[in-house]
């Protein structure tokens, strides 16, 4: 020490007794200015890029930190003034508004246009030809369905050839991926860009009480075992971005053969082409050779 007088901001650091989220460590020099300004200042949540407002509405951002000053831009320009007048609550921070964002030439983004939207009406302009399609069902009244074991459909009467006309109706249109397994789907055609429609099967079930004799005809992998097939290959045509041009076919089920009374109705289900995979093969141990042979 030499004598002289120091100022005791010179080695002392004083903790700003705010609430906990604020508290920073607070740097003095000689003449009790802060000099880590930009660190406690940020404690506060004015940090570079902040909208802050002072009492009188003035509104500003914060460009920087200078010294002992803010740096602001306003409508009037840049303008700087002391840390102190933010610490002693002369300004806060807010939330500013976003300027108004124009999209222009809606026409290229209009409902139109939307994928989800052609997808949507196709799906429910299927259902209305389904609806329209069950009102053309023919021959329910000669049918019979057995619950149990399994859901059969029987004839307990003779139907004539062809006076069976079975729709698959539904009340579930499905999307899916070309070329995607259609399981007991129905499906309806490829879409535009490679997607194809299904009519997903309703099973019956005594809570719903609905039974679509469709779905439950029996199936064999025996040609000479089928007296049902299916006609018109259900289809969608391609969207023109005109929905009036767009054309749905529902296919149906008819019976091929007149059935006895007591037939169960069947039709013929091409057997799958399964590949058995390749095993490896097999290799030989050579036998083990004894006495003076043997290594």
């Not at 080695?11 to 607070?26: A, E, V």
């Not at 802050?52 to 306003?74: P, W």
Request: charged residues 20%.
């Amino acid at each position: 020490m030499d004598g002289s007088t120091l100022s005791p901001f010179s080695f002392h650091t004083l903790i700003y007794k705010g609430s906990c989220q604020h508290q920073r460590l607070r740097k003095y020099d000689e003449d009790g200015n802060i000099t880590n300004v930009k660190e406690v200042l940020g404690g506060h949540g004015f940090v570079t890029g902040a909208s802050v407002i002072r009492k009188d509405k003035t509104i500003a951002k914060i460009t920087g930190f200078n010294g002992e000053f803010v740096l602001l831009s306003t409508k009037d320009g840049p303008l700087k003034t002391s840390y102190k007048s933010f610490l002693n609550h002369e300004w806060g921070t807010f939330k500013a508004k976003n300027a108004v964002e124009f999209l222009t030439d809606l026409e290229k983004i209009s409902f139109m246009k939307s994928e989800k939207g052609k997808i949507e009406y196709i799906k429910a302009a299927i259902q209305c030809e389904v609806w329209t399609m069950a009102r053309q069902e023919t021959g329910l009244h000669w049918l019979q369905m057995s619950t149990k074991p399994k859901n059969v459909i029987v004839g307990p009467t003779d139907i004539a050839k062809g006076k069976l006309r079975l729709y698959p109706c539904t009340w579930q249109v499905v999307q899916k991926a070309k070329g995607a397994s259609p399981s007991a789907n129905v499906v309806l055609g490829e879409y535009l860009q490679g997607f194809e429609f299904s009519l997903a099967p309703v099973w019956f079930n005594e809570t719903d009480a609905v039974g679509i004799p469709f779905w439950h005809v029996s199936s064999s992998h025996d040609p000479s075992m089928a007296n049902m097939v299916l006609k018109d290959t259900g289809k969608v045509t391609p969207w023109t971005g005109n929905p009036a041009d767009m054309k749905i076919k529902i296919p149906f089920m008819t019976n091929t053969t007149a059935l006895a009374a007591g037939t169960v109705l069947c039709i013929y289900k091409e057997k799958p082409n399964k590949t058995a995979p390749a095993l490896e093969a097999l290799v030989p141990v050579p036998k083990r050779l004894k006495g003076k042979h043997a290594e």
